[in-house]
Structure formats: structure tokens, C-alpha cells
């Protein structure tokens, strides 16, 4: 089953101004993801945080993490027009079992 | 050339028909994995396997095989296609050091 769910599931801004998605998860977690999928194609990476992590940056992503309400957000600071993209976060189970557990994502549109 | 490559980008076949989606590797990773997305839903994990002699099933493997042939190659079978088998097939791998997973670009099928 999915592990959470993004909140929203479609967001609509203006280049310049900042995006935020949120994500819940369900289980205990080693870490939590962020990935980005342009239209129809494979995931790319953003940034990891553990589940010891409360706040972690990387350019112009901000990404927080809330243990005991299990849930996470990503900040896109002076959105682009090439931001726009579907945003998944995905956990690592805290017991062990491999591979990542993916919410439904966020679709990001960013209006020039 | 990309690290992470899958054959065939895009499949039609019809219910029944058995079915291999292939994935290969340059990056050296020992761990190997196959996800299934369906439209507006994040990935979930078909199969996956840390090395030639270790597989092990995901979420939701029933209707689907896989075999790792070598380090860098892992496939995934249907043994026997059904419509709701249409989806976005990908392949992802990662460094037994590592907690990022690198997708491949995906493999879309359509079982009519």
C-alpha cells in the first residue's frame, strides 16, 4: 500500500514565488525522500533526510521532517518554469525492509 | 550514456502473452530494483535483489517474475499479461553504501 500521502496533489504558481508540498507517512522510517518526475520519465533524486534530521537544505530546497506526526514538507524557494514537475516523497522502512515506499505525489506547475 | 537503461521504452501486447522488460546497469550497484506506477499514483516495488543470488519479493510481485542475470542485469517478467498490468514499468539501482536510488527512464506497457 502507499505509504502516505502529498498534500496538495496539484499546485499552480507564479515563477518567482516559493512551492511547498507536504507528505505523511505511515510507518517508522530510517530516512524519507524527495524525488522529482518530469512528465512520463524516470525519478531523479533531490534530497535525503534521516529520520535523527529535522531540517536539511540544498540550494533552493528545504526540506523538514516531523517524527512524531509522521509527515515532511519540501520548500522550492524562486520557483522556475523547469521546476515544474511531480514531487514524491519516499520512506526507507525503520525495520529493515528494503526499497522505498512512495506517496502519490505532488504535481507542480509553474506559470511564467 | 545513460547509467541506468531499460528495454523496450515502450511495449502493446495482448492478455496472455508472456512478457520480459529488461534493465542494465553502469554503475557498478550490487542492489537492484523493479517498480510499477499507475496514472496519478506514486511507484511501488514489484521485485527486488541485492545481488545475483539474493531476490525477494515486494508489495505487490504476484503476476510478475524476475531473474538477475548478472551484476548489472535484472528483468522482469509477465508470464502472462492482463490488462491491469498496463502501467510504467521502472528499474532502479543502488550502491550497497548508499540510500539513493537511480531510476532508469521507464518502460511503458500496454496489455490489451
Redesign the interface.
Known amino acids: 500500500?502507499?505509504q502516505g500521502e502529498e498534500d496538495p496533489q496539484a499546485l499552480s504558481i507564479q515563477e518567482g514565488e516559493n512551492a511547498t508540498m507536504n507528505c505523511s507517512y505511515k510507518t517508522s522510517i530510517n530516512?524519507l525522500?524527495w524525488?522529482r518526475q518530469n512528465s512520463?520519465?524516470?525519478?531523479?533524486?533531490l534530497i535525503?533526510i534521516r529520520s535523527n534530521e529535522r531540517e536539511k537544505h540544498s540550494g533552493r530546497l528545504r526540506v523538514t521532517l516531523d517524527t512524531s506526526k509522521k509527515s515532511s514538507s519540501l520548500l522550492i524557494t524562486a520557483s522556475r518554469a523547469a521546476d515544474t514537475a511531480s514531487y514524491?516523497c519516499?520512506t526507507?522502512d525503520g525495520g529493515g525492509a528494503?526499497?522505498?515506499?512512495?506517496?502519490?505525489?505532488t504535481h507542480l506547475i509553474i506559470q511564467p | 550514456d545513460a547509467d541506468?537503461t531499460q528495454t523496450p521504452r515502450n511495449r502493446i501486447t495482448k492478455t496472455g502473452k508472456r512478457i520480459m522488460l529488461e534493465c542494465s546497469q553502469t554503475k557498478g550497484h550490487d542492489?537492484m530494483?523493479w517498480?510499477r506506477q499507475d496514472p496519478?499514483?506514486?511507484?511501488?516495488?514489484i521485485y527486488?535483489s541485492?545481488d545475483v543470488k539474493d531476490i525477494?519479493k515486494?508489495?505487490i510481485s504476484d503476476g510478475y517474475s524476475v531473474s538477475r542475470q548478472a551484476q548489472a542485469k535484472f528483468s522482469l517478467s509477465l508470464e502472462s499479461a492482463i490488462p491491469n498490468q498496463t502501467a510504467?514499468y521502472?528499474c532502479?539501482t543502488r550502491g550497497w553504501a548508499e540510500?539513493?536510488?537511480?531510476?532508469?527512464?521507464?518502460t511503458?506497457l500496454l496489455v490489451l
Open positions: 500500500s502507499q530516512n525522500q524525488y512520463g520519465r524516470g525519478l531523479v533524486h535525503l514524491f519516499a526507507v528494503d526499497g522505498l515506499t512512495f506517496g502519490k505525489g | 541506468v542492489r530494483y517498480y496519478g499514483l506514486g511507484l511501488r516495488l527486488y541485492f525477494n515486494g508489495e510504467l521502472f532502479a540510500e539513493t536510488q537511480y531510476f532508469g527512464p521507464g511503458r
